[in-house]
Every structure is written in C-alpha cells, then in structure tokens.
C-alpha cells in the first residue's frame, strides 16, 4: 500500500491511492488536455482501437490468404503495405512492411535489441515480453535456446534468421502452412495463426479435435 | 551511445517471461501514456529523438522501468525540453503557458542512389558514438552481405540530435552468427539488422 502523499490532486473516484506512475502520467494527461493537445475522448479511441481493431487478427488473415493464393503471396513478399491494403488493412503512409517467409530449412524470427520495434499495424502492441531484457539481450544470440523457452525446438539442419528491427521498416514471419490444413477455408487457417506464429516463437499447429476427424 | 538499452548479446537477463492471456493493456494509465505519445510525436519531437530521451534515462532507471514508464518519461523530458510544458506546470499540476505551434514534416524523402546492391560485402564500422545510434554494439566492426535496399531513411544518429535532413539508403545487412558470436553459434544461423549506409564499408562486390 503506497503511502505517498505529496501530490494534491483529486483523482475521484479512484479506489486507492495511484501509484507514483500513475499519478505522474495522469498529471501530464491533465496539462496536456488543458493546453488542448489531448482529449480523453482521444485516449478512449486509442485505448479501444488497440484493444479492439488492430491486433494478430489482421495479421492472421494475412498469412491465410498468401497459403491459398500464391500469387497474392507474391506480392506480399514484393510489398508488404500494398498487399495488406489489398485486403482492407491500414497502413501507415510512408512506411514499410517486409514479410519473411519460413521454409523448410529456415525459421524466421523478429525482436528488436535497441527497443521494442513491432510491426503492430498487422499484429497490434507487443506482449510484454518481447518488449523485455530477456528476449531482446538473448534472442540474437542464442535464438534456439530462447525458441525452446517457448517449446519450439528447431532441428540443427533447419537455419534461424535473426531479424533484429533496427530501422523504421518493420518485419513479420510467414510460417508454413501445416499439413493436413488441405481443403481448409481461409478463416479456418486464420483460426491457427497466433501473434507467436508471426513473431516467429511458434509454429502453426492443428488443434487435436480437427487433426482426429 | 553505449547504453543499457542497447541489450542485444547481454547476458544476466535470465529466462523470457512469458505472461499467458495478457491484456493489452494492465493499467488504464498505459494507455493514456501511449496515447500521449501519438498525439505528441511527429508534431514536438520525432521518433528518434523520442527513442533517444528513453536510452538518456539513467541506466539503472532504465532497467527498473516498466515498458510505458520509459516512454512516459521520454514523453515528459521532450515536452519539457521542447518548451511544451514548464517544470512549474508539472509541479503545480496546472497549464499556464499555451503549447507552442506544433511544427510538421514536409520534406520530400530526396531519391539518392544506393552506394550498395545486394549481394555486396560490407564491413561495420567500429563506432561507439555518444548520441543516438542505431548500429547495436554486437555488430561493429562486422563482416555482412548486403541483401535488401531501403529508404532513403534519415539517419537517426542526425535526425535525434536536430539535423533533420541526413537522409541515407538504409540496407538489411546479413551476418553469419558466428561472425557475431564466435564459434559456438549456429553453423547456418544468420541475423540480419538494417543499417544506414554510413554505418558501413564496402569490402567486395560479388
């Protein structure tokens, strides 16, 4: 329990006392609203656009439509913001995407060792822990023992790229389409595409119920 | 600058935690940090300024941080030092001053001809400089293969420090893991980093 006492703003209807971060943020929020640079209105649409619009969705569908349709994957290995607006996904003017596509002997994944860069308009916010010393120290360096914290273990003869984000270019992973998705429907292939898959920590697995029937 | 936040390689970090299910968001606060930033960014100050107020805060600040802690306080130290908002404003908790006109980004990305294709060698340049810098410390002095042209990008390590207008041809440069890391690597792996051309050197033309 905080028993920091030294500001004296009204944070009605607050439970309990905010934690110095918060109350530090909540301050600058209050200057900034009255200087008219943010409304809370703003905040609110920010808030729910990242909790609601944008997210591994938007991604998912991506990956789905490149494993039916060769030649849209093509083109999104070509240029990645033009193929996501061929399907209805927003992205921001002037900047890039690069799509890297896993094979059968190499394994794509994303982090960024300088801070946390994420192609968040196909994938939304990062988890906390790619944003997190750990990954970012140790991904570079011993990506195998890192994929294997996430239960992915690589064979020796399958090579891993590091794609280290270090520009405004932003990178996603095209995994492989697993066997036994023959005859799927693009939404069902979505359905197994998670943000792990497209940061590369994971592979896209059947789940037990579809493999069995 | 060799700083905390230039973490690719650093060992003692332990295990990745992986929280399972997480939120977008933890805390409502987060959010209304991140929507500062948008609202603020690209209008007072750019990304790489942005990116280089976060690696300024102290280093042991900087580990203790949560994620939006550090940008809250890179948000705060560029309005304060762009003259957004005044020390007297954040201590009394109360606007004063107007914010002053926010400035935009009009100028053309200029087309330059890259100096490299791909396939080239190149080699890192050993640099180790106190500002902004977006070449990590684990890839100075590197042997790599160019294999992919961008930009032209400005150059961070101007555009961070007010010279808005270095732009350069940026390229994914690839290294063999071992040529980073030594032998115990992988024998086939490769990480691959974008740098700006005067980041480095040719070496060969294939």
């Not at chain 1, 439509?65 to 002037?94: C, F, M, N």
Request: proline share 8%; glycine share 6%; charged share 25%.
């Amino acid at each position: 329990m905080s028993h920091d006492h030294d500001h004296d703003h009204d944070h009605d209807h607050h439970p309990e006392a905010p934690s110095p971060v918060e109350a530090r943020a909540l301050a600058l929020e209050s200057l900034l609203v009255e200087k008219g640079l943010l409304t809370s209105e703003e905040v609110d649409r920010i808030v729910s656009m990242y909790e609601h619009d944008i997210g591994p969705m938007l991604g998912a569908k991506v990956v789905a439509r490149a494993w039916v349709d060769e030649a849209y994957k093509q083109r999104l290995l070509e240029d990645g913001p033009a193929a996501v607006k061929e399907l209805g996904i927003s992205y921001p003017a002037g900047t890039q995407l690069v799509v890297v596509e896993n094979k059968q002997d190499v394994h794509n994944v994303i982090v960024c060792t300088l801070c946390s860069c994420y192609p968040w308009p196909v994938l939304g916010l990062p988890p906390t822990w790619y944003k997190s010393p750990p990954y970012r120290s140790r991904m570079v360096r011993e990506p195998r023992t890192v994929l294997e914290e996430f239960n992915l273990t690589l064979p020796d003869e399958v090579a891993v790229n590091v794609w280290d984000s270090s520009s405004d270019v932003r990178y996603m992973v095209l995994p492989q389409r697993p066997q036994g998705t023959e005859g799927w429907t693009e939404e069902q292939l979505a359905g197994i595409v998670t943000r792990d898959c497209m940061i590369g920590v994971a592979r896209p697995r059947i789940p037990a119920e579809s493999a069995a029937r | 600058m060799n700083g905390v936040h230039d973490m690719g390689g650093m060992h003692g970090f332990g295990p990745v935690d992986i929280e399972r299910d997480e939120p977008v968001f933890h805390h409502r606060w987060e959010g209304v940090v991140r929507a500062m930033m948008q609202r603020t960014n690209g209008r007072y100050y750019n990304l790489d300024e942005f990116r280089h107020a976060v690696e300024r805060m102290p280093s042991d600040e900087y580990l203790r941080a949560a994620y939006y802690e550090r940008w809250l306080h890179a948000v705060e130290t560029l309005l304060l030092e762009k003259g957004v908002i005044t020390t007297t404003e954040v201590t009394d908790g109360h606007a004063t001053h107007p914010a002053p006109e926010a400035t935009r980004d009009t100028e053309p990305r200029p087309a330059l001809e890259p100096r490299f294709q791909p396939g080239d060698r190149v080699r890192t340049r050993n640099i180790h400089p106190h500002g902004h810098t977006r070449l990590p410390r684990y890839a100075r002095g590197r042997h790599g293969v160019i294999r992919k042209v961008y930009g032209p990008f400005r150059l961070p390590d101007a555009n961070a420090h007010g010279d808005h207008h270095d732009w350069q041809p940026c390229y994914a440069v690839e290294f063999a893991a071992r040529e980073l890391w030594g032998d115990d690597a992988g024998r086939a792996d490769r990480v691959c980093i974008d740098l700006w051309e005067s980041y480095l050197e040719l070496e060969d033309k294939p």
